[in-house]
């Protein structure tokens, strides 16, 4: 296998997050101490060998990137502070960048205000257009929200697609998939791994519970959106109504994560918080008022009833936010992470199962 060197690449990868790897002088403490290095697999050092070479193609199929949990131990272990857990986060955002048909992801990287002003835009223009309606919204509200996860479906199935042509078919050039037992066993016992940041032997409770309110906090606003649940101009709610119960968890989930991260990326404690992306900060910072808005949004229903305009006017500013959240965050920055984290250690599994030992 040939592989085409281009020794600028350092350079173009520092745009999304690598500062330091260009220290690294290959000792390699860094794959010593990572838990998922094997006797086969030198990682992290294989792919920052890759990528010192430039081998923008195999980084681009790489799979090792997606694995790793940025627990963080390399980076505490390296001896010229290379920081090898960010160049790993930083290969994620790259790939990313490559995965997305748009180009958007990777402008936004390259102008990170880019991203920022596109958010504020999309924002106020559907708050002008939803102020300015004096229709049925609740109309509106109902067709945007089943526009919301019909989009993101879209966004998703088009990274994933992606990322399978660049590590399966790429690789095999045939399509193929596994559903054995011992593929999907061990696709789940890695996944449940990383979801609980044990992969490294060390637990890291902060992290592991603001990842874990986000995810099941967002995945029960999924569903409340999927499901129409949530109708503050058309009904009068009551505090322990079944539909109260998710939306107060999912709000306050998302709420108690998004601020725990922001309070985490502040303090800068530990090598997976030391560095943030302007991206970073939209996500975290988005997804708190989103969640704050619903709450209040909901709040003000349950107190003065659904006819209260005001009632309407937080519901249109809930969804205005919810316009620039989905438009303009979710699909380039780490929110599409939840997805391709799953869907890369199935692959990986695969890859394993169909290679010869
Ligand atoms: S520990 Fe640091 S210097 Fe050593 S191989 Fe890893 S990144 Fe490079
Ligand atoms: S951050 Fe943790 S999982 Fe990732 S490469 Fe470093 S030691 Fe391994």
């Known amino acids: 296998m040939s592989i085409k060197i281009n020794l600028l690449f350092l350079k173009k990868l520092k745009i999304f997050g690598s500062e330091q790897i260009s220290s690294c002088f290959n000792c390699d403490n860094c794959t010593a101490v990572c838990a998922l290095s094997t006797d086969k697999a030198s990682f992290p050092r294989k792919v920052i060998r890759l990528a010192q070479l430039g081998a923008e193609k195999e980084l681009n199929s790489a799979i090792e990137p997606w694995l790793c949990t940025y627990c963080g131990e390399c980076s505490a272990t390296c001896p010229r502070q290379a920081y090898p857990g960010e160049f790993m986060m930083s290969l994620r955002r790259y790939i990313i960048s490559k995965y997305d048909i748009t180009g958007l992801s990777s402008l936004f990287y390259r102008l990170p205000i880019l991203q920022n002003l596109m958010a504020l835009i999309v924002f106020s223009l559907s708050l002008w257009v939803f102020l300015g ?204 992470h939840i997805f391709l984290r799953p869907f890369a250690i199935y692959l990986h599994q695969t890859i394993i199962q169909k290679e010869p030992k």
């Open 133 to 336: 309606y004096k229709g049925n919204f609740e109309g509106i509200a109902s067709s945007l929200e089943m526009l919301f996860p019909a989009f993101i479906s879209l966004i998703i199935v088009a990274y994933l697609v992606k990322m399978y042509k660049n590590t399966i078919w790429d690789r095999f050039k045939k399509l193929y998939l596994s559903f054995s037992p011992s593929v999907i066993k061990e696709t789940l016992i890695q996944i449940l791994k990383q979801m609980s940041f044990i992969s490294c032997g060390k637990v890291d409770l902060w992290r592991g519970g603001s990842h874990l309110l986000v995810v099941t906090g967002y995945l029960t606003t999924l569903f409340i959106s999927i499901f129409h649940i949530l109708s503050p101009l058309g009904k009068q709610y009551v505090w322990t109504s079944p539909e109260g119960i998710l939306v107060f968890y999912a709000t306050f989930a998302v709420l108690a994560g998004g601020l725990s991260m922001v309070a985490r990326r502040m303090v800068k404690g530990v090598p997976s918080s030391m560095f943030s992306k302007s991206s970073d900060w939209l996500f975290v910072g988005m997804l708190v008022l989103v969640a704050g808005s619903t709450l209040t949004t909901y709040l003000a229903n349950i107190l003065s009833g659904p006819t209260d305009p005001l009632v309407e006017i937080l519901f249109k500013l809930n969804l205005a936010l919810e316009m620039a959240w989905i438009f303009i965050v979710v699909p380039f920055t780490k929110w599409i």
